[in-house]
């Protein structure tokens, strides 16, 4: 079976990532990921810029609308995708569910900035017997998995103990990592500000928080994205360290074992254990997990309830700057 997908927003996660990347080795946008995965097709795009709704019309051969009202006109998708600026997902989640019933809605990351929008997205939904994900992405990766069966299976004892670095504000990147951890680590317990830190962009801000989670505790600084983007997860257990580098690309894990030249000394590998990463086909993974779930069976999606919990964590901490 294939279900149908309409994309709203062909912006950079919606279209642009990888339109001109080798479509072998990349796959980072929803167009493409919906477009190569056999369990979608794509059935119509939508975006207010003429340009953008060229190329998708030329790189897909898939109709492009300029409003949601004109797309649904003429397609009832099984699946659409919400890709347009954090202000507009509570507007356009609205209009979609006005016009049509879709099985699922894919709404990126966070679900609102304002925290009764986001709540009403997950309630109307709910109401509407429509499944809402949010593209927290990681938790699809094979390696962000792969950790959480780790963990889970006592693999990596916890409780643990590490710092996530983000950038690009707390809300739009830092809570990609939060979320992660929260899979990985359970619920948060408490957290406790260090630095209030900056506003990015005037309107997102930066805090530097130890937040403690069901199976550990993580400090997350914020680093400086006008000098560089570092997205990168150490955690130390009982029993050796992981790395997650380069958001994700890079995950190493080194196992303490007895030092061979010191008696009664512990030490961490030094040939870490690769966990293989799908990060340069993230979106597909994605697909992945959505056909799963569509499929009646179990998934590693953020679901909105899910993603409103982060959000809400999150609003905490900022709330306590």
């Given at each position: 079976m ?10 950079q996660?919606?279209?642009g ?6 479509p ?8 493409r990921?919906f ?11 939508v ?12 790189k ?10 004109a ?8 699946l659409?995708?919400?890709a347009?600026p ?7 989640l609205q ?10 809605i894919?709404?990126?990351k ?9 709540r ?10 429509v499944?809402l ?9 094979p ?12 693999e ?10 983000y950038?690009?504000?707390f ?7 939060f ?9 948060m317990?408490c957290?406790?500000?260090l ?6 962009d ?30 990168t ?18 995950i190493?894990?080194q ?7 010191f ?8 040939q ?12 597909w993974?994605?697909?992945e997990?959505?056909a ?18 982060t ?11």
């Amino acid at each position: 079976m294939s279900f149908g997908v309409m994309i709203v927003g062909l912006g950079q996660i919606g279209m642009g990532y990888d339109l001109h990347l080798d479509p072998t080795g990349h796959i980072y946008s929803h167009a493409r990921a919906f477009s190569q995965h056999p369990s979608f097709h794509l059935v119509a795009g939508v975006d207010p810029e003429a340009q953008r709704r060229q190329n998708f019309e030329q790189k897909y051969q898939c109709s492009a609308y300029m409003d949601i009202d004109a797309a649904l006109g003429h397609h009832q998708p099984d699946l659409v995708v919400i890709a347009v600026p954090t202000d507009l997902h509570g507007e356009t989640l609205q209009r979609v569910l006005g016009q049509s019933h879709p099985k699922a809605i894919l709404c990126e990351k966070p679900l609102s900035y304002d925290l009764q929008e986001a709540r009403d997205m997950v309630q109307t939904c709910a109401a509407r017997g429509v499944n809402l994900y949010v593209n927290y992405m990681r938790r699809s990766d094979p390696g962000g998995i792969e950790i959480k069966r780790r963990i889970d299976s006592g693999e990596i004892v916890a409780p643990v103990k590490g710092v996530a670095w983000y950038s690009k504000g707390f809300l739009h990147n830092g809570s990609h990592f939060f979320n992660l951890l929260e899979y990985w680590l359970g619920f948060m317990v408490c957290a406790e500000v260090l630095d209030p830190g900056r506003l990015w962009d005037g309107i997102d801000p930066e805090p530097d928080v130890r937040v403690t989670f069901k199976k550990g505790v993580i400090v997350f600084l914020a680093a400086w994205e006008e000098a560089y983007s570092h997205y990168t997860v150490e955690m130390l257990a009982s029993n050796g360290r992981l790395r997650y580098e380069q958001g994700g690309e890079i995950i190493h894990w080194q196992t303490a074992q007895p030092d061979q030249n010191f008696a009664d000394y512990t030490v961490l590998s030094a040939q870490p254990q690769n966990i293989a990463s799908g990060m340069d086909r993230y979106q597909w993974h994605v697909a992945e997990q959505l056909a799963a779930a569509l499929g009646g069976r179990n998934s590693h999606l953020c679901s909105g309830a899910q993603a409103l919990a982060t959000s809400e964590a999150m609003q905490t901490i900022i709330g306590m700057r």
